[in-house]
Nanobody
Framework: QVQLVESGGGLVQAGGSLRLSCAAS????????MGWYRQAPGKQRELVAK???????NYADSVKGRFTISRDNAKKAVYLQMNSLRPEDTAIYYC??????????????WGQGTQVTVSS
């Protein structure tokens, strides 16, 4: 019913930048919150940043001032601009979307994940 397609991951040196994108498609009526999570090897998945339908944002303390989340409602997309990347930012990044389907059913969906690797 809903597909999330992520792009933008890759390998970058410490101090560099990457921009992640996630586009939703399918039987979507409206989108509530959109967010990015990450999971490093041997660690639990954690929230990186989240943006509400009203564009209120919140960030993990570890990325404040370096990462910026944004959304384009017309494209049903969410973005994560990552600057001043550090080796500890290395992880698989997943987008997450909370939405209403056209059937008026609320759903929560995950992207397939995109690898971000920061070399020192």
């Amino acid at each position: 019913q809903v597909q999330l397609v992520e792009s933008g991951g890759g390998l970058v040196q410490a101090g560099g930048s990457l921009r992640l994108s996630c586009a939703a498609s399918g039987s979507i009526f409206s989108i509530n919150a959109m967010g990015w999570y990450r999971q490093a090897p041997g660690k639990q998945r954690e929230l990186v940043a989240k943006i509400t339908s009203g564009s209120t944002t919140n960030y993990a303390d570890s990325v404040k001032g370096r990462f910026t989340i944004s959304r384009d409602n017309a494209k049903k997309a969410v973005y994560l601009q990552m600057n001043s990347l550090r080796p500890e930012d290395t992880a698989i990044y997943y987008c997450n979307v909370d939405l209403w389907l056209v059937t008026m059913t609320r759903g929560n969906y995950w992207g397939q994940g995109t690898q971000v690797t920061v070399s020192s």
